[in-house]
């Protein structure tokens, strides 16, 4: 059996997050979108849930903070792509959809590393491993 990934972020503001994301080539699945979530399709097995604040607290304790993520690391989210280029296409299309990098391009010569955050703070790396089965 393959598992699914649904990893669930807090998003402010959902129509930009949604943008942002589809700006860097992902669809989303209306199956379960509304307008308190979007289903981000990253691929077959891994898919990410914008939630608005308050649909995220139907999840959590109400006594939780919900994460300031452009003050603390709440989570790394990492990515592995089909080739160096993904990686630098995919960062150039965050950016120019309104994110940022927090760190250089790291080249391990087996491993080309790069990251950025979205609109909302969440920091996600991108990895292409040389051999790495896709």
């Known amino acids: 059996m393959n598992s699914q ?28 979108s509304d307008d308190t979530a979007a289903c981000v399709v990253i691929s077959e097995h891994i898919h990410v849930m914008l939630l608005t604040h308050p649909k995220i607290r139907d999840f959590i304790p109400k006594e939780i903070e919900i994460c ?5 690391v709440e989570v790394l ?3 592995s792509c089909e080739s160096r280029d993904e990686v630098e296409s995919l960062v150039r299309k965050a950016v120019a959809a309104g994110g940022c990098t927090y760190a250089e391009p790291k ?17 996600w790396e991108l990895v292409h491993m040389s051999g790495m089965p896709s």
């Open 77 to 79: 989210i990492c990515l």
């Open 107 to 123: 080249d391990y010569g087996f491993m080309l590393q790069h990251s950025f955050q979205d609109l909302d703070g969440h920091r």
């Open 68 to 72: 300031d993520a452009t003050k603390a």
């Open 5 to 32: 990934i649904f990893v669930n972020l807090p998003v402010a503001n959902l129509p930009k997050s949604r943008a942002f994301f589809e700006a860097l080539g992902y669809s989303c699945n209306e199956q379960f």
